[in-house]
């Protein structure tokens, strides 16, 4: 195979890898640039969108998680990049202006430690002799040692250790090789006490991502994990990817219950992204997100509209004198309308709802939980 071909196989295997920039809404996730498959829209944190190369490194793997479908042993048509072809490949596009930068995984070709060195070579490569300073998101390798995450973290804007899911328990059921303390959990605490020494590691974005629907988890397990991923472990953020029927072994707990209608697994993934972003951006702690006597997330009910309408006491909230937390807490006022009406206020009264641009059902929505008086 020659490099576009190979590129065209492994980009389309690292699709399910969302732990990255590419798209924060539903929509955004699996879509793909119109020249390559490789090339991702992705939204940037300061607003607007701009495009990632995101590929493996190789779609070969030793190991058996049972929701993935490059898993060892499955008839997969496998190939291998070389760092210096994606390192090329890579700054043809970036002088063409058609990337900004890369996100590159791998599946586990020969120990850990061999596959990072393959990973952050290519990383290596594009720092020192193509003197790139943009955006490189590298995959750290589930059982990477130490050395190789510094390594990794030298390097990287970005760094990402899939948890899949929340505890040893669950990930026994998927896993036979993987050890989730000593594999997972040990390098993301590692991780983040690189994070905590300061200097350029403290920029570096450490992300994850969960596997939603492969071993029967609640999704109140998957909270309560994502709650100390960012409160103890100070990660940046968390992703979630559906698991899809057919892409994994047929066999796996709960996966005829759960997976029944396939549009539930992204109506479940839709609801976590909007649960953790109540926990990130809107101030709720985790026992705040509604969830039912299952402990799952409401598929038909936005969890935000959820607990205003479980909380009457809470409301009406004073729209002129209502601290930020409070007015993020009404339905229909999000993180910038609410920074919108602290400035205005300084400025005079606000008399009605229409000054701060509300609309339609927006509008509609924030009249049954906010007052101007
Ligand atoms: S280690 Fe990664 S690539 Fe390999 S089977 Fe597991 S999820 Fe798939």
Not at 88 to 103: A, D, P
Not at 173 to 180: H, I, P, R, T, W
Not at 224 to 247: T, W
Not at 248 to 261: N, T
């Amino acid at each position: 195979m020659d490099t576009i071909e190979k590129l065209s196989v492994l980009s389309a295997d690292s699709r399910y890898d969302l732990a990255c920039a590419c798209g924060t809404s539903r929509e955004d996730h699996r879509k793909r640039g119109q020249e390559g498959k490789w090339l991702y829209p992705v939204a940037l944190p300061q607003g607007g969108y701009s495009v990632l190369l995101k590929t493996l490194l190789s779609n070969s793997c030793r190991n058996d998680c049972g929701y993935c479908p490059l898993r060892a042993g499955t008839d997969i048509r496998r190939c291998t990049l070389q760092p210096e072809e994606v390192a090329n490949v890579f700054m043809e596009y970036l002088r063409k202006r058609k990337v900004f930068g890369l996100f590159l995984s791998s599946g586990v070709t020969g120990s850990p430690d061999g596959t990072m060195d393959r990973i952050n070579a290519v990383a290596r490569i594009l720092r020192y002799k193509h003197a790139f300073k943009g955006y490189i998101h590298l995959k750290i390798i589930p059982g990477a040692s130490e050395a190789a995450i510094e390594d990794s973290f030298s390097l990287a804007s970005a760094v990402s250790l899939n948890i899949e899911t929340p505890g040893k328990t669950r990930f026994t059921l998927l896993s036979g090789q993987k050890d989730y303390m000593k594999d997972i959990i040990g390098p993301m605490k590692f991780m983040s006490r690189l994070k905590e020494q300061g200097g350029r590691n403290q920029k570096v974005k450490c992300t994850t991502q969960f596997i939603v629907g492969a071993s029967d988890e609640t999704d109140s397990e998957i909270i309560e994990y994502m709650s100390s991923i960012y409160h103890k472990l100070r990660f940046n953020r968390v992703y979630f990817s559906a698991y899809q029927k057919g892409l994994g072994r047929p066999s796996i707990p709960g996966e005829k219950k759960k997976l029944s209608e396939p549009d539930n697994i992204f109506a479940r993934e839709h609801r976590l992204y909007q649960a953790d972003f109540l926990m990130r951006r809107y101030g709720f702690g985790k026992q705040d997100i509604p969830v039912d006597n299952n402990g799952n997330l409401m598929l038909d009910k936005d969890p935000k509209e959820l607990w205003a309408s479980t909380h009457p006491e809470f409301y009406p909230v004073r729209i002129n004198s209502s601290g930020r937390e409070s007015l993020l807490r009404v339905p229909g006022l999000g993180p910038q309308t609410v920074m919108k009406i602290i400035r205005q206020r300084r400025e005079g009264k606000i008399m009605r709802l229409e000054e701060l641009g509300l609309k339609g059902k927006r509008l509609e929505k924030t009249r049954q939980y906010a007052i101007c008086e």
